[in-house]
């Protein structure tokens, strides 16, 4: 199974802060990643598919990048309602493989 | 508005079963993929199985292949997932989820509130 590595696994951050989350792919995945923001007590949400596709409804403080193995989630300026924490998953090949989880948290 | 509701979780003996649904509405069902992903207490999310819009294929994670058995009646809008031979390590929140199709590859955009199954004498 590809295996997906997070970095880091938390931060700590102030609003309006530029936050930049790192994803790592055991082997290349062409672009087929998402990234998911999760709140506690709550389902994930889909933010960003393929790699760099803002999902409906999203904030364009959002975006991602990346192709291959290494992917990059960055918020251009932390907002309140950001602090969650973030997955990414590798939707290439079965098993489909998501990342242990980037908590972001108030500084 | 796309809506997933899942029912039939709850508490289990250790090698028992659970049949999990999920009542999908506000989109044409039938057109699309669909999964399971779950998430133990306070741990990450785990993909578990997925369909194909038709219900003809499946596709499990290795740690439920065998026990686990993923289905889909498009008359009725419902996904299911079989669980058996059930360990304490399948305890967790399912979320039942709408498959994203772009550019040959799936994601998942809409999810349930989840589903809490414990396995536990």
């Known amino acids: 199974a590809i295996q997906m590595t997070q970095s880091p696994s938390s931060l700590s951050a102030s609003v309006g802060d530029r936050v930049t989350i790192t994803c790592r792919a055991s082997q290349a995945i062409r672009n087929d990643l998402g990234w998911y923001q999760q709140k506690p007590g709550k389902a994930p949400k889909l933010l960003i598919y393929a790699a760099s596709t803002l999902q409906s409804g999203v904030p364009s403080r959002f975006s991602g990048s990346g192709s291959g193995t290494d992917f990059t989630l960055t918020i251009s300026s932390l907002q309140p309602e950001d602090f969650a924490t973030y997955y990414c998953?590798?939707?290439?090949?079965?098993?489909?493989?998501f990342g242990h989880g980037t908590k972001v948290d108030i500084k | 508005e796309v809506q997933l509701v899942e029912s039939g979780g709850g508490l289990v003996q250790p090698g028992g079963s659970l049949r999990l649904s999920c009542a999908a509405s506000g989109f044409t069902f039938s057109n699309y993929a669909m999964s399971w992903v779950r998430q133990a207490p306070g741990k990450g999310l785990e993909w578990v199985s997925a369909?194909?819009?038709?219900?003809?294929?499946?596709y499990y994670a290795d740690s439920v292949k065998g026990r686990f058995t993923i289905s889909r009646d498009n008359s009725k809008n419902t996904l299911f997932l079989q669980m058996n031979s059930l360990g304490a390590e399948d305890t967790a929140f399912y979320y039942c989820t709408k498959d994203l199709y772009s550019s040959g590859a799936y994601y998942f955009d809409y999810w349930g509130q989840g589903a809490l199954v414990t396995v536990s004498s």
């Open positions: 998953q590798q939707n290439y090949v079965y098993p489909r493989t």
């Open positions: 369909t194909g819009a038709s219900g003809t294929s499946a």
